[in-house]
Structures are given as structure tokens and as C-alpha cells.
């Protein structure tokens, strides 16, 4: 019997948010919950550090390069390409997703969402309510963005968003939106009410993606005052060059806020540690429902997220970057009726995840791709897979094979290099000083290029 499945997706949440992971936060009672039932992936890495590469990798399990999508500059998902939500649905599933999916353009050829919801059926879903991106909720409408204009708020947060991103971009204020229309929790919501009256004789498959805790941080007081009193892990020091004449990439020229001092980054991480605490609270009234209806044992329930965030570590905000923060993603999945939790440190990556789903479905991933089903390790049959992984962001990439960690620039010029064993917090770029490594990493980075030449074609974005 195909299990039901249930994939909840974040924007931004660090790998070590997880309350009984590093401790980032210390209220995600539901995610510890999650994590005391499932296998716990702690060396998982997106394809890439910014939400349009990643979300689409994760829908085709393919890499950045096979798509021509490098950063989220405009790009629509090609309706035709094959992805395994089809898959899904051609088993006899019934579809749906609620949240954030950049799989188009934002502001661009689709001002309305809702005109959009006929792309998102050619992508394979039944059951449709999509938000726009925390940055752009302002001006893209959608069903959520409509309700607040009907309820007079949305010229409200387009003020708001305005004044955020104007000057600097550590602005911690609450919402201007009352508790029930901010965005997680319209996506928790529509998931719960649709997960409620669900009666169909076909499994689920319902994808809940959060667009927290993305900045802007506007989290809502009610979340932010739990974390009052308490002191937030200090920001990891930026990194030091043992060669001081190493080449430049994309680190050192791509800086998107003003400076930064420890006042802000323990606002901000107050802020961020709210919204966390609020994505939580989400997460467990959809699992308190569905063992509520005796459906949570036999379901396959993945929690992942796009890409990470820095938080002010290495004196930086945001992402794209390939530096543990904003690369390691939290990778939870609970199989059908297991019911103790064990950690793996076997390399993951986003495309992995779409396989291993049709792989319980009883199915087979009918074009090429790049990912792996993971549910040997899930099953304890196989301990490790994948001794090295990528992932790639404007045109750089950066391969790790769980020692060490390289980074490419545009011009296949190794700049940084760090010992994740002997230095698990990349306090020391010891590129150059390590040759040997250099060329096989390169040589591996070549290699995966040469591998995944097939894709989609750049001029006609159509899967070959």
C-alpha cells in the first residue's frame, strides 16, 4: 500500500535551528518531535544557496547547471519537463501544494498568482494556493495578498517593506498583519483545513512550504517574546586566508546589507529564532491532525529546506554563499510507522529527495536525473552513500566529499578551501596550501559537469 506523503519545506532555516540539533532556538517542540521519530540527515546540502536554483532542483533533481538556472533572475520551470510531482500523480496520488514554489517569475510575466494556477497543474498539482516570496508579498497578488486587501492590509505591508529594504536590513519589528494573516501561518492554515477534509481513496501527496523564516524580520511579538531574556549564540568570526593573495569569487564581491555590529545580528537572530518558534507551531498542529485521524503512523513525512542562512556568522546576512550556514540544510524524514530517530552523516543533497518519495510510492523516476533514493540508509540496509556532493550558485560550484569542502569561481579557479574535520566551523581558508586536494576536487567538479550535460536546452528551456 503506497503511503501518504507529506513534505514541508522552510525558506532559509539553518540546520542548526532545530532545538536537539545545535540549538540556535529553544522552542521547536514539534520539530523535536519529528526528529526523535525520523532519520536525521546532519550532512545535507542544498544544490543551491538561493531559493529559484534550489526549488527547482529539488522539483526536477537536477543541478542549477542542467537548468540554466543559476540565481533567481526571471525563469519559468518548462511545463512539458517531466519531475517527479507527475510521477506522483501518475501513481495515483492526489497532489497539492500551499506556500512558496518560485517556479516562475515573480513580478514579472504572472503579476497574479492566480493566473499562474494552471502552470502549476502542468507541474503535476491537483490542489493549488500559492504565496508569493516574503520580499515581494507587498506587490504580487495572490489568494493570501488579495485577502489582505480586502481586510486593508496590504498597502500596509508594502509600506513596510519598503522602509525595511530603504535603509538597513536589520529592522525587527512585528508584522503590520494580525497573527492570522501572516504568511506561515495562511500556509499552515490551507494545509490543515485541506489535510482536515481530505477523504479521497487516493494517498496524499501535499507539499506545505513555509516562506519563513526569510527575512524580512517582521516576526510577530507574541514569538519574538519568548526569546527576550535569553542570549543568542554569538556569530562564528569571518574567516581568515592563510594565503592572503588567493584568488577572488563571488564571497568577496556579493554583500547585500550595511555593515553589521553584535546589537543588530542578536535582534535579527531574537527575530529569526520568533519565526522559527511560530514555523514550529505550524508544523505540530498538522501532525497533532493527522494522528488525530489515525493517518500519521503510515505516513512518509520529509521536513527540509531550501538553503540556510548566515545570521551574521562570518559578519554576514542571507545566503548565497557556499559556507556551512546558508549550504546545510535540515533533512528530516519519518517512514511509514518508524517510530525512534536516528542521525546519519551520510551526504544528501535537494535531488535526493524526490526519488526516495517515489521510491515508497512503488515507483520508478522515468527520465534522467540526478538524485538517489535514500531509503537504504532510511531502512539501515546500506550506512553511507554519495561520497561527494555540489552544489552551485551563479555560475561557481562547490564540491565536498565530507572532509573537505572546495569552492570554484566563474573561472574554474579554486578560492576557497576549508577541512570541515579539522575546522567544522571554516575559520581558515587554506586554499593553495593543500595542491593535491585542489586537483582532485577540480577533477571531480569537471567530471560532475561532464556527467550531467543533459537537461534542459538554454535556448528553447524544453528537457532533453
Not at 514541508?8 to 536537539?20: E, G, L, Y
Not at 540526478?370 to 561557481?396: D, T, W
Request: proline fraction near 7%; hydrophobic fraction near 35%; aromatic fraction near 10%.
Amino acid at each position: 500500500m503506497r503511503p501518504n506523503i507529506l513534505l514541508i519545506m522552510t525558506d532559509q532555516f539553518r540546520s542548526d535551528a532545530i532545538n536537539a540539533g545545535r540549538g540556535t532556538t529553544k522552542h521547536t517542540p514539534s520539530l523535536d518531535m519529528l526528529l526523535s521519530e525520523s532519520t536525521s540527515f546532519t550532512r545535507a546540502v542544498t544544490t543551491s544557496p538561493i531559493c529559484a536554483p534550489a526549488r527547482a532542483s529539488l522539483l526536477a533533481s537536477l543541478y542549477p547547471h542542467q537548468m540554466h538556472i543559476w540565481d533567481n533572475k526571471p525563469h519559468t520551470f518548462p511545463p512539458e519537463a517531466k519531475n517527479w510531482v507527475k510521477i506522483l500523480k501518475c501513481l495515483g496520488y492526489r497532489t497539492s501544494v500551499f506556500g512558496k514554489t518560485h517556479y516562475y517569475p515573480y513580478n514579472g510575466s504572472v503579476p497574479d498568482m492566480r493566473d499562474a494556477e494552471d502552470l502549476l497543474h502542468a507541474y503535476g498539482y491537483d490542489v493549488v494556493d500559492e504565496i508569493p516570496g516574503p520580499r515581494v508579498s507587498g506587490t504580487l497578488l495572490s489568494h493570501m495578498t488579495a485577502l489582505w486587501e480586502e481586510k486593508g492590509y496590504r498597502t500596509l505591508v508594502q509600506q513596510d517593506l519598503q522602509r525595511r529594504y530603504a535603509g538597513k536590513h536589520t529592522h525587527t519589528e512585528p508584522s503590520p498583519l494580525p497573527l492570522e494573516f501572516y504568511p506561515d501561518v495562511y500556509v499552515g492554515n490551507k494545509a490543515y483545513d485541506y489535510l482536515a477534509s481530505y477523504q479521497e481513496e487516493e494517498p496524499f501527496f501535499c507539499f506545505v512550504s513555509f516562506g519563513g523564516p526569510h527575512d524580512p524580520w517582521d516576526c510577530p511579538k507574541q514569538y519574538t517574546e519568548r526569546f527576550e531574556n535569553q542570549t543568542m549564540e554569538r556569530p562564528l568570526a569571518p574567516f581568515t586566508d592563510l594565503n592572503v593573495d588567493r584568488t577572488t569569487g563571488n564571497w568577496d564581491t556579493e554583500v547585500h546589507h550595511p555593515p553589521l555590529d553584535l546589537e543588530d545580528i542578536e535582534a535579527v537572530r531574537r527575530n529569526y529564532a520568533g519565526k522559527v518558534s511560530l514555523i514550529d507551531e505550524q508544523i505540530g498542529r498538522l501532525a497533532t491532525l493527522l494522528k488525530e485521524k489515525n493517518l500519521w503512523d503510515d505516513t512518509l513525512v520529509i521536513f527540509t529546506s531550501d538553503h540556510g542562512e548566515l545570521l551574521g556568522d562570518h559578519h554576514r546576512l542571507y545566503k548565497q554563499n557556499f559556507l556551512n550556514p546558508a549550504l546545510l540544510i535540515p533533512l528530516l524524514i519519518k517512514t511509514p510507522y518508524q517510530s525512534r530517530g536516528q542521525a546519519t552523516d551520510s551526504l544528501a543533497e535537494l535531488v535526493d529527495i524526490g526519488p526516495t518519495l517515489v521510491d515508497y510510492a512503488q515507483g520508478e523516476m522515468d527520465y534522467p536525473h540526478c538524485g538517489r533514493s535514500l531509503r537504504s540508509i532510511l531502512e539501515q540496509q546500506q550506512e553511507k552513500q554519495q561520497k561527494l556532493v555540489f552544489s552551485e550558485y551563479n555560475h561557481e560550484i562547490m564540491a565536498y566529499d565530507g572532509e573537505w569542502k572546495l569552492v570554484v569561481n566563474q573561472r574554474m579557479e579554486p578560492y576557497l578551501l576549508f577541512n570541515l574535520i579539522a575546522d567544522p566551523n571554516e575559520q581558515l581558508n587554506v586554499v593553495t596550501c593543500h595542491p593535491h586536494v585542489e586537483q582532485a576536487l577540480v577533477a571531480a567538479i569537471r567530471n560532475h559537469l561532464q556527467a550531467t550535460s543533459f537537461g534542459f536546452t538554454n535556448e528553447e528551456n524544453a528537457y532533453v
